[in-house]
């Protein structure tokens, strides 16, 4: 079977292609000449999922799955969720989005906050989704060099160092993605029919 992975990074397609049986063949979205920018228009982590999933499978005719992430903090009602890509703007910074949530953050005390991926798969038109999720603690300020997005202001719970502070290796064992790419892992590997 073949499965398209709705990115155009061929590094996260190898990862995943490395993870699951050789009897499926992970593709981007270059192999199948999809260029255009695809529609996240949904309120939530898991539509756009499922839209960006469906959106593949019915223009192009391929089994994909695709997937979307998002950073909630309960006291801002889980914000910047969807918005985590342009919480600051268009353009789309991530150092103009962790200086926003700081801001907004400024002398609160409930700093609890959690990463969720969700990852959605469409086989034959059949939906099913995967999540991970990440509970941690907004920081007062960045802390840490490392990873990318908003890492150097997320604190993951039981441990003394922030996402930035963490080599990859040691944030990809634990991440939001990490747990939903696994569950996906060990749902692909128990297909009947690859
Ligand atoms: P995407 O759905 O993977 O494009 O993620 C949406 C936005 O969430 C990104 O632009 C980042 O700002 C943020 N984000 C996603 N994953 C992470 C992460 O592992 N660490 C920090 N920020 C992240």
Redesign the pocket.
Known sequence: MKLVFATANQNKANEIQSLIPPSIEVLTLNDIHCSEEIPETQANIEGNASQKAFYVYNKYQHNCFA?????EVDALDGRPGVF??RYAGES?S?ED?MSKILLEMKGISNRKAR?K?IISLVINGEEKQFEGVVSGVILSQRQGEK?????PI?LPDGFTMS?AEMDSSQ?NKI???AIAVNKLVEYLKNLPEK
């Open positions: 997937d979307d992430t998002g950073l985590s890509a789309k991530a989005n990463f991926t990873g990318f997005g908003y890492d997320f996402f944030k991440s939001h993605r």
